[in-house]
């Protein structure tokens, strides 16, 4: 399904499926490696908050996502303060033995929405520390400039806030982070409740979309995978057909120039 001509290059490295999965809440490690299956993802996301070295919590989860195959990317999920991601992060790469990160940085509990000014500060000293870092940002403008500044090569903005499957609240905003920033690979992460709206954001030339809930909470995880990865393809390759320009007016699909009139008989009675 995916063309292998048209990867999703992140930080040097090509990635066939423009669907990253979420590896949280899934009613059992089987059928979290089911979705992962039928999505056809190339990376997942993981939080260390699920690995506790003490107690080997999430253990069978770890394991699991080995057999996949799949690119790990770990995650800050849960951390509030730059500080508090920047040593979780650090622990990550010990543990998982990769510089790769999704960097999480709330600063609110009701909407979880990230702390702009920690994101930015843990997104350079990651940075500086040798990581390849993918902050979850919202869709401000000059939080992205930002991001990208202190040496960001990928953004992740939210739809919405995670877990509501609200969709893309502000297209008008994404539209605008997608043309200024036109060479920056941009993933939706967050807020997406059905296939349908992440067809939208790659209608948009949104380079990929992250999404956890909407899979793992269906009744069925593996089919609602595939419905997504089926959606995501279906938008990018609408977006790279090229869709058509919105108009005021009605505009006939069949000419009536050139074409031949076709008398009727005329009964005379």
């Given at each position: 399904?995916?063309?292998?001509q ?18 949280a ?30 107690n080997?919590?999430g253990?069978?989860?770890?394991e ?18 730059a ?36 994101l ?45 499957g ?18 920056i ?57 090229g ?5 005021q007016t ?20």
């Amino acid at each position: 399904m995916h063309d292998i001509q048209d990867p999703l290059n992140l930080y040097d490295t090509a990635f066939s499926s423009r669907f990253l999965l979420g590896t949280a809440l899934y009613p059992s490690p089987q059928s979290m490696l089911d979705a992962i299956a039928s999505s056809g993802c190339n990376i997942v996301t993981l939080g260390l908050r699920r690995q506790n070295p003490s107690n080997r919590d999430g253990q069978a989860i770890w394991e699991a996502i080995q057999q996949t195959g799949c690119h790990l990317l770990p995650n800050t999920a849960g951390c509030k303060s730059a500080k508090e991601a920047i040593t979780l992060a650090n622990m990550s790469r010990e543990i998982f033995d990769t510089p790769w990160i999704k960097l999480e940085v709330i600063g609110d509990d009701y909407t979880l929405q990230p702390d702009p000014f920690a994101l930015v500060e843990a997104a350079n000293e990651l940075i500086s520390q040798g990581f390849n870092v993918l902050p979850y940002c919202t869709d401000d403008l000059m939080v992205c400039h930002k991001l990208v500044d202190v040496g960001c090569k990928v953004l992740m903005p939210w739809g919405a806030p995670i877990g509501t499957g609200q969709g893309l609240l502000n297209p008008y905003q994404l539209k605008t982070l997608r043309e200024r920033l036109p060479r920056i690979p941009l993933i939706i992460d967050a807020g997406l409740g059905a296939p349908s709206q992440a067809a939208q954001a790659m209608e948009m030339g949104y380079d990929g979309v992250l999404l956890n809930t909407a899979v793992a909470k269906a009744s069925n995880p593996a089919g609602m995978a595939k419905a997504f990865a089926l959606a995501i393809e279906a938008g990018r390759q609408a977006y790279k057909a090229g869709l058509m320009v919105k108009r005021q007016t009605a505009s006939a699909s069949t000419p009536t120039v050139g074409q031949p009139f076709w008398h009727q008989p005329c009964n005379r009675g």
